[in-house]
């Protein structure tokens, strides 16, 4: 039976070989993949408050991004299983304006692309002007905005509103990262918000099955 302790425990600790044994270990018992990456981000929680503490450097923190990527590898075709035929559409994800951190993004990413998705990566510290002329030149109807300092979202909000001010109601715009919780959702007029890369997928899914 897999051990989802051991496996946010081991990410905490940064043990590279011991988390893909663990993770692939878990998919041949047939382990929920959803619960193994949530027991990631647990670990991956572990790491950002040793940063904090000072026990973990920026090189730490790198580090962990990179063996999340790994992880969500291992995962992600079971993480994407289940939800019927892939839906083909395409969508903009980007790190807003100010906030220079791509590794949710680059985990999200992956996600969604083994998700069916054609994401338009327009990286990161994006201006809100750069989102509004992809949206209008590629016609998208799906943005996820990412972020992970505290002053993102202001600028999450700003996206949305020179969105919304473009006239592109239709637009659906999911937020995520560190700082985003239900009341920042509410406050930046944002349709959904997650922490979490598979309830990203899911709820952009739902969106794409109404287009």
Known sequence: MADFEKITQAMGDLEEDEIKE?????????????????????GMDIVGERFES??????????????????VAILKDELVKGGGDAIKAKMILCTVKND?????????????EAGGFEVVDL???????????????????????SGVLTLAIDSM??????????????????????????????????????????KTLNICKEWAAAL
């Not at 510290?125 to 996820?144: F, L």
């Not at 909000?157 to 995520?176: Q, S």
């Open 22 to 42: 663990l993770l692939n270990a878990a998919l041949v018992e047939g382990a929920d993949a959803q619960l193994a990456m949530d027991a990631c981000q647990k």
């Open 54 to 71: 000072g026990e973990y450097f920026v090189g730490d923190l790198i580090f962990a991004g990179d063996l999340m990527t790994e992880a």
């Open 100 to 112: 220079l951190h791509d590794i949710g993004k680059n985990i999200v990413k992956s996600v969604l």
């Open 123 to 145: 990286g990161i510290d994006c201006p809100a002007d750069e989102v509004v002329k992809a949206i209008k030149e590629q016609n998208i109807k799906i943005v996820a905005l």
């Open 157 to 198: 909000k700003a996206t949305i509103d020179a969105i919304r001010e473009n006239g592109l109601n239709d637009v659906k715009v999911i937020i995520g990262g560190a700082p985003v919780t239900a009341d920042f959702c509410e406050y930046c007029k944002a349709d959904a918000w997650t922490q979490s890369p598979q």
